[in-house]
């Protein structure tokens, strides 16, 4: 089991500053759409510039132009790029063409996903690296969690990696210790902290016991 860092509220500088206080005790850093927005692609290719040891996701949510999008994503520097669940399924075939020629990973986001284990299969036979149950901000503001949907996915994904997202924090891995997952992901839990390298530190140690 593997713990991510989502960046979502912060400029480059801020990215860098936090990485840096946590890089020991994470496997991959993500690059959250926010910024993205604010900052391009150039956000993706600092980063990972700075930190090359780390893998570093791209947090695109594509919904269109698959393989045009993760084209770019991968000549920043992203070692990971998220595509989202609800778009057409060439959309997710060709962003996975496009990720192999780079030899990059191609993570499916299922937020906002009806039927989660219908479409998880049917995207786990498109040959994607990770399928991604996700609790977004708005979900979180009305209590949702992932925990079932997780439990949902690994019931019927056979080849991808499993991986969960929004909300956790040191207080919630022993839910997700117990659900399976292959990745954590772990914005606020660490970055609202005061102490994030200790606590990065301790969520590594839950998720490395898994």
Do not use: W
């Not at 927005?37 to 791209?58: D, Y």
């Not at 399924?89 to 989660?116: C, F, L, P, Q, W």
């Not at 022993?174 to 997952?181: K, R």
Request: aromatic share 2%; net charge negative.
């Amino acid at each position: 089991m593997e713990l991510q860092l989502a960046l979502d509220l912060v400029d480059i500088p801020g990215a860098k500053e936090v990485v840096a206080e946590v890089a020991e005790h994470v496997d991959i850093v993500e690059i959250g759409t926010p910024v993205v927005i604010n900052e391009g692609l150039r956000a993706v290719k600092e980063i990972k510039e700075a930190f090359p040891t780390l893998r570093v996701l791209a947090d695109l949510k594509i919904m269109d132009a698959g393989g045009y999008e993760v084209m770019k994503a991968s000549e920043a520097g992203a070692d990971i790029i998220t595509v989202l669940a609800v778009s057409d399924d060439s959309t997710i075939k060709g962003a996975v063409a496009e990720a192999r020629k780079h030899n990059r990973k191609i993570m499916v986001d299922m937020i906002n996903v009806k039927d989660i284990e219908g479409r998880a299969k049917e995207i786990d036979a498109f040959g994607v690296d990770y399928i991604c149950v996700h609790s977004g901000y708005d979900h979180q503001a009305d209590g949702k969690n992932s925990f079932e949907e997780l439990r949902a996915i690994k019931r019927v994904v056979k080849h991808a990696k499993t991986a969960i997202a929004g909300g956790i924090k040191l207080s919630t891995p022993p839910e997700v210790v117990q659900a399976g997952p292959d990745l954590v992901i772990v914005g606020g839990g660490i970055t609202g902290q005061v102490n994030k390298k200790e606590t990065a530190a301790a969520m590594k140690n839950m998720v490395r016991q898994a």
